[in-house]
């Protein structure tokens, strides 16, 4: 009975590891001089100028996150595809239901304008 906690020590030790042991190394190796180069804001090496802190209209986040929501979704059709053959008709149905509601979730973005760039 032992021996299997003991596997589930010897996992939570080394997952432990696995995540704190990179970042001693990084701390430990890292360079700690302060000097004006560090603290600038890096703006593909031009020299920033103004106020780094800008806002930026919220169209932006609504037009990444339905990028990201649809790219997810489109992920589950490569399996799909892959095992076509054999799942047969029902898988069809199944998954033209999946795309008419990804269809309709993308008439629905497009209306609301979350689409538009500008």
């Known amino acids: 009975m032992l021996v299997d906690w003991l596997y589930v020590a010897v996992f939570g030790v080394v997952g432990v590891l ?11 190796i890292s360079p700690r001089g302060e000097y004006p180069q560090k603290l600038l804001t890096y703006e593909s090496g031009v020299v920033p100028f103004g106020q780094a802190w800008s806002q930026f209209n919220v169209r932006y986040y609504l037009f990444s ?3 990201v929501l ?3 979704e489109v992920i589950y059709l ?3 595809a892959i095992v076509f053959k054999e799942l ?4 069809f149905m199944e998954m033209f239901v999946f795309l008419a509601i990804l ?6 973005a497009w209306r609301k304008g979350a689409l538009e760039w500008v």
Not at 18 to 28: H, N, Q, T
Not at 88 to 91: N, S, W
């Open 18 to 28: 696995l995540a704190v042991l990179p970042l001693a190394i990084v701390w430990l």
């Open 88 to 91: 047969g008709a029902v898988a």
């Open 70 to 72: 649809f790219d997810v």
């Open 103 to 108: 269809f309709l979730a993308f008439i629905y």
């Open 65 to 67: 996150l339905a990028f």
């Open 78 to 80: 490569y399996p799909w």
